[in-house]
């Protein structure tokens, strides 16, 4: 039946079916780290810690490898991400004496460095799949992909916890060490050898995008992915544990299965955003943004009121979770269409630098401003003020995005 298929949707195939591999591992693995080392008695601040070069390490890796995707082509640092996850993976299989916080720490920035150039490989490889003329195609291709990948990182949360129960830590990383390389050895067959290497060779400066559409758009992502991890990664899972004494299986559980409906949002948002048959331009995401930017500020508002917490976080968290999606999958579909398409894994990787960039300081600042004002419903409150300017910010920045009418000559700039 594969044969069957044209060549440009057998890659896209053996693109996503990576990119599924992958993300569920890096979701398991995660949740494996939480959940183990709270077993082990280490404090909140030190798990954070353990995942602090995981974030240092995408915004370095997403800088560089846009500029290797174009010299190496998008196969290979695809197949160089898959294998470093099973490196870090390894890593973790040293005696319990050994997995102190300096070495799990590595293992993560390795894990950081994997995931980025997985993910910078895989959006900048649709590109080049669907033809210059289909954006409608472009669109449906790349939500699919970025929705997929997120219900499929909640999935992982769940396996992880699920291994982690059946196998014990060291089975459950030795088991995913191995299904990914057998992932990485039948993707080294049928991946494409020339994917995404550019006929001109960029030199290194090169990696700073001179497009200003896509500095724009940069600058509205960095800002929108802060605005939501600043109150998302801390702040609410310690609330929800600390002060409405939900336990870690109801805060684990709950937090996955938003992701995983995030992720089908996303997977939809090509159904939802498109008007009159027409994809959407910067217009779309301005305005989509403004309709996010309302809704922290009146969850803080609904708590300061004194409504029942439980309420109004999981309503609050559902409605945000779903526009969230629709802007992150509105900015995952502008991205690709702006790029240019020789060398199109330096525009990617420039991108998905500021969202890392972004991710790091709201993990952050979740921490020290949901402390500093005191934990509980005034920190929280704290960190959902801070996401309201963040997305307010990203209204302001988004409007110099392009409208469709000048969208190919903006991109272009």
């Not at 640092?77 to 102190?100: C, D, E, N, R, Y």
């Not at 929280?380 to 003020?385: E, K, S, T």
Request: aromatic share 10%; glycine share 10%.
């Amino acid at each position: 039946m594969l044969s069957q298929l044209s060549p440009a949707i057998r890659q896209y195939l053996v693109v996503t079916g990576n990119y599924w591999a992958f993300t569920l591992t890096d979701g398991a693995l995660r949740m494996l780290v939480v959940l183990h080392f709270h077993s082990l008695g280490y404090s909140p601040l030190e798990i954070a810690l353990l995942f602090l070069f995981y974030e240092i390490f995408g915004v370095i890796t997403n800088l560089v490898g846009g500029w290797l995707g174009a010299h190496l082509g998008l196969n290979r640092t695809m197949h160089i991400g898959l294998l470093l996850q099973v490196v870090a993976l390894s890593m973790l299989l040293v005696p319990a004496v050994w997995l102190t916080v300096p070495w799990v720490m590595a293992a993560q920035a390795l894990s950081g460095i994997a995931k980025d150039l997985n993910k910078m490989s895989a959006k900048s490889s649709i590109k080049l799949l669907v033809p210059g003329d289909a954006e409608g195609t472009l669109y449906k291709w790349v939500a699919i992909l970025t929705g997929s990948k997120n219900a499929l990182k909640g999935a992982g949360f769940f396996l992880g916890g699920a291994l982690l129960m059946w196998l014990g830590f060291s089975g459950a990383v030795a088991a995913m060490a191995v299904a990914l390389t057998l992932v990485w050895l039948l993707s080294l067959k049928l991946l494409k050898q020339d994917l995404g290497r550019a006929k001109n060779k960029p030199k290194f400066r090169d990696i700073f995008s001179k497009s200003r559409a896509i500095n724009i758009l940069s600058a509205a992502r960095m800002f929108l992915f802060g605005a939501r991890d600043v109150w998302f990664v801390v702040a609410l899972p310690v609330f929800l544990s600390q002060t409405l004494g939900w336990n870690h299986s109801q805060t684990g559980g709950f937090l996955a299965l938003w992701i995983i409906g995030y992720g089908m949002v996303q997977a939809l948002a090509p159904r939802i955003t498109r008007v009159s048959g027409r994809v959407p331009d910067g217009r779309a995401a301005t305005g989509w943004a403004a309709l996010l930017a309302l809704l922290p500020g009146l969850i803080a508002l609904a708590l300061m009121a004194g409504a029942a917490s439980s309420t109004v976080l999981v309503t609050g968290l559902l409605l945000f979770g779903a526009v969230f999606a629709i802007n992150s999958s509105l900015h995952s579909y502008l991205i690709v269409s702006y790029a240019g398409h020789d060398g199109v894994s330096l525009d990617v990787g420039f991108y998905y630098m500021a969202n890392a960039m972004g991710r790091l300081a709201g993990t952050l600042l979740s921490g020290w401003v949901f402390q500093l004002a005191g934990m509980g419903s005034a920190g929280l409150q704290a960190c959902l003020w801070i996401s309201t300017v963040m997305l307010v910010l990203t209204v302001l920045i988004s409007l110099g995005l392009p409208r469709l009418r000048d969208a190919a000559a903006g991109a272009a700039g």
